[in-house]
């Protein structure tokens, strides 16, 4: 009678890598979220602490209340919501259209032009220029000037150059066969292909737009036209606190500001996470 063979399996080595590499991530993970569940619960909280709590001691939502129904406050906020969106939109537009005419190999001046493009992602007039040439174009004071200022942004338009070289040139061929236009090509080969590409690139245009504090800072003065981080920037460092009908501490107002100014890209980021890390991989490898 033949004995039955155990087949069994080699234990698997714990190694001291992978043991001090996931205490390091752990540590480096409660880094991360301690400060931010502080800030969360600190905002709900209707007495301002210092000290670290689980959760509130006096749960409240007056901060939230407060910026969301005072004009000083929500105004800016729904400034910076428009032209993010706006700006993203005509970031997009820009860099897909740019980047489409430089893979053109065969158009006259095509090298001059790319190289003209890269220059100013080196060189660039000077703020003094700047702000004349936004004086002429009458952007100064005017929240638009987020828009316009990001709605061309030479690195991303190279991204996309190089993404779009990345697609095999046999559709390009076929699609000509078939007698696409070069316009018909864009939209029906070329955009439907580059995806991942557009929401990649998409949203660092929209985490530009939306960060810029330093554009509000030098070009506008009025405060209709400011954006929300030229107002959390005023509300923590000058202690400019609206006066509102709810009873709000300035501790609460400032971290309810905080994490009404996070939470969009915290509620996106997580979806759009393999996107944003497939932008760092744009046309560096091509076949």
């Known amino acids: 009678m033949a004995k039955d063979i155990e087949f069994r399996q080699p234990k698997k080595k714990v190694h001291v890598f992978d043991v001090v590499n996931y205490i390091v991530f752990v540590i480096v993970a409660l880094i991360v979220i301690?400060?931010?569940?502080k800030v969360i619960v600190d905002s709900f909280n209707a007495v301002g602490v210092y000290q670290f709590k689980l959760w509130p001691s006096q749960p409240?939502?007056?901060?939230?209340?407060?910026?969301?129904?005072?004009?000083?406050?929500?105004?800016?906020?729904l400034?910076?919501?428009i032209t993010t969106v706006l700006g993203t939109l005509l970031g997009l537009i820009m860099s897909t259209l740019g980047g489409y005419?430089?893979?053109?190999?065969?158009?006259p001046g095509r090298?001059?032009?790319?190289?003209f493009l890269l220059f100013t992602m080196i060189f660039s007039g000077?703020?003094?220029?700047?702000?004349?040439?936004?004086?002429?174009?009458?952007?100064?004071?005017?929240?638009?000037?987020?828009?316009?200022?990001?709605?061309?942004?030479?690195?991303?338009?190279?991204?996309?150059r190089n993404f779009f070289e990345g697609i095999p040139g046999s559709l390009f061929e076929a699609a000509k066969i078939d007698g696409c236009s070069p316009m018909g090509i864009f939209f029906k080969i070329v955009l439907p292909l580059s995806k991942a590409a557009l929401?990649?690139?998409?949203?660092?245009?929209?985490?530009?737009?939306?960060?810029?504090?330093?554009?509000?800072?030098?070009?506008?003065?009025?405060r209709d036209q400011v954006n929300f981080q030229y107002i959390l920037r005023v509300l923590v460092m000058?202690?400019?606190?609206?006066?509102?009908?709810?009873?709000?501490?300035?501790?609460?107002?400032?971290?309810?500001?905080?994490?009404?100014a996070v939470l969009p890209f915290m509620a996106l980021y997580p979806f759009l996470q393999k996107y944003f890390v497939t932008g760092v991989n744009i046309g560096a490898v091509k076949e």
Request: glycine fraction near 6%; charged fraction near 10%; aromatic fraction near 14%.
């Open 60 to 77: 409240t939502a007056a901060g939230y209340l407060t910026i969301f129904g005072t004009q000083k406050l929500y105004r800016p906020f």
């Open 34 to 37: 301690i400060p931010i569940w």
């Open 111 to 115: 090298n001059a032009l790319a190289f």
């Open 199 to 222: 929401a990649s690139i998409g949203l660092m245009y929209a985490v530009t737009v939306w960060n810029d504090y330093s554009t509000v800072q030098i070009y506008i003065v009025d």
């Open 238 to 260: 000058d202690g400019d606190t609206p006066t509102s009908a709810y009873k709000v501490s300035q501790n609460t107002l400032y971290y309810a500001a905080i994490v009404v």
């Open 126 to 160: 000077g703020m003094i220029p700047e702000y004349l040439v936004m004086r002429q174009l009458h952007l100064t004071n005017n929240m638009w000037i987020l828009v316009v200022k990001h709605g061309m942004n030479v690195y991303n338009l190279v991204l996309m």
């Open 79 to 81: 400034n910076s919501v």
């Open 101 to 107: 005419v430089l893979c053109q190999f065969e158009m």
